[in-house]
């Protein structure tokens, strides 16, 4: 009896389980049949004689949270409101046959409505916290295609889509190696008690901790850019810098991320647009920093030229 795992096949097999009248003995799965695909299983069984596949389980479909599911998970501080706002929007949108799901801020006031809540002051910063700070919920991305992730992008004036796309957020490599490299910050900056990304931008001002990451001479130029590009409308740039040896410059631009885990990528189609624009026919590179610790800083070299974020380098600096 030939085996095949295509769905039609499968979906026969259903159909002739839920009509058999008498299994007579389970028969242990043989190694060299052919594999079910991911997340189904099945066992080989016995039938009057003729061995049938019986289906044990099939993948389950992605689970949407309700929205009183939602409301009790914030009532009960399980979530933020952030989150709490996201996922009903989420929840009020999502279909199964869906990879993008238009909305505007308007569609969020009303996710407050349905909560019960009032919207915050500033709604804009609901949807800036889960392009750049965060991913979306889990349970969001649980619903995703595999290899896919949700995010959000802008889709014109007030409005905005959340589609799946090749994961827009990033960890560092587990073979991470860390250098000890003497602190370039000035002592009032730290007397001042500077934090976050305004301590990661007096660290990185002086251009040392580049310099040792990229092996070039670098020299800062501006810091917290906003400048005008066509195919992006404003952008914001955390740092630029220029570097040198004796046969070539580079242009880098330095994304700052003032806590460490995952990071957003969803900036790097703007960096590329300004290092584009700004220093048209120079090499350019992107690096994101991220403030560790008050004296740790991570570096990664990050492209993403081929459409997937791939990290040609990365580095834990100890600055002592």
Request: with cysteine; glycine share 6%; charged share 20%.
């Amino acid at each position: 009896m030939t085996y095949t795992t295509d769905s039609d096949f499968l979906q026969e097999i259903l159909d002739r389980q839920s009509d058999a009248a008498e299994v007579s003995h389970l028969r242990p799965t043989d190694p060299s049949r052919p594999q079910n695909p991911e997340g189904v299983q099945s066992s080989i069984f016995e039938i009057d004689g003729v061995e049938e596949l019986f289906i044990d389980d099939l993948p389950k479909a992605p689970q949407v949270k309700s929205v009183d599911a939602i409301k009790a998970d914030l009532e009960t501080g399980a979530i933020t409101k952030y989150e709490a706002l996201i996922s009903v929007l989420f929840s009020t949108l999502y279909h199964p046959d869906q990879t993008a799901l238009s909305f505007t801020r308007e569609d969020l006031v009303a996710a407050a409505n349905n909560l019960g809540v009032s919207p915050p002051s500033n709604i804009g910063d609901v949807l800036y916290a889960y392009r750049h700070r965060a991913p979306l919920p889990a349970w969001i991305q649980a619903t995703a295609t595999e290899g896919k992730a949700w995010s959000i992008e802008p889709a014109g004036r007030g409005q905005y889509v959340m589609a799946q796309s090749a994961p827009l957020w990033i960890e560092a490599p587990d073979d991470i190696e860390m250098s000890w490299l003497e602190d370039p910050t000035p002592g009032t900056a730290r007397e001042f008690g500077l934090e976050g990304t305004a301590l990661l931008e007096a660290i990185l001002r002086s251009g040392d901790v580049l310099s040792d990451f990229l092996q070039l001479d670098m020299y800062h130029l501006q810091s917290q850019v906003r400048t005008h590009i066509a195919s992006f409308g404003q952008v914001e740039i955390g740092m630029s810098f220029v570097g040198a040896d004796t046969e070539t410059s580079v242009a880098v631009a330095v994304q700052l991320c003032g806590q460490g885990g995952a990071v957003s990528l969803a900036k790097m189609g703007q960096y590329d647009a300004y290092l584009q624009s700004r220093f048209f026919g120079h090499t350019s590179r992107q690096v994101i920093a991220q403030l560790i610790g008050p004296h740790k800083v991570h570096l990664m070299d990050v492209d993403l030229s081929d459409g997937e974020p791939i990290v040609r380098q990365h580095h834990l600096y100890n600055l002592v």
